[in-house]
């Protein structure tokens, strides 16, 4: 999946986002064992976001001549949309 999309692009997101190594079982059509290859912005809990939101994802693994077998690496970019300010200035209309 990240294989057409580069760091530069990822990097350019308004938003924040981590990249992830995770495995596909046959059979499960689920994304397991991910690790943080990258997240930004780095330190601020992005990529541990991305893998608690993993386990949404569907996913078949791939075949070879209609020969499945065994797990699957899996390389994915989940991106966070930027989170907006309140209205008002953002002090709630406290005075």
Same mark, same amino acid.
């Given at each position: 999946? $990240?294989?057409? %999309?580069?760091?530069?692009? @990822?990097? $350019? @997101?308004?938003?924040? #986002?981590? %990249?992830?190594?995770? #495995? ?6 689920? @994304?397991?064992?991910?690790? &943080? ?8 809990? &992005? ?6 939101? *993993? /386990?949404? +994802?569907? #996913? ?5 001549? !209609?020969? +499945? /077998? /065994?797990?699957?690496?899996? &390389?994915?970019?989940?991106? +966070? ?8 200035? /953002?002090? !709630?209309? *406290?005075?």
């Amino acid at each position: 999946m $990240t294989a057409n %999309v580069s760091s530069a692009s @990822l990097a $350019t @997101l308004p938003g924040s #986002y981590a %990249v992830l190594q995770c #495995y596909i079982q046959v059979g499960r059509d689920r @994304l397991e064992d991910c690790r &943080v290859q990258d997240e930004h912005p780095a330190g601020e809990g &992005v990529g541990r976001a991305a893998i608690q939101r *993993a /386990g949404e +994802f569907r #996913y078949r693994a791939p075949s070879r001549i !209609g020969r +499945f /077998g /065994g797990r699957h690496r899996q &390389v994915i970019a989940v991106a +966070f949309p930027p989170v907006q300010a309140p209205a008002g200035g /953002g002090d !709630g209309g *406290a005075r």
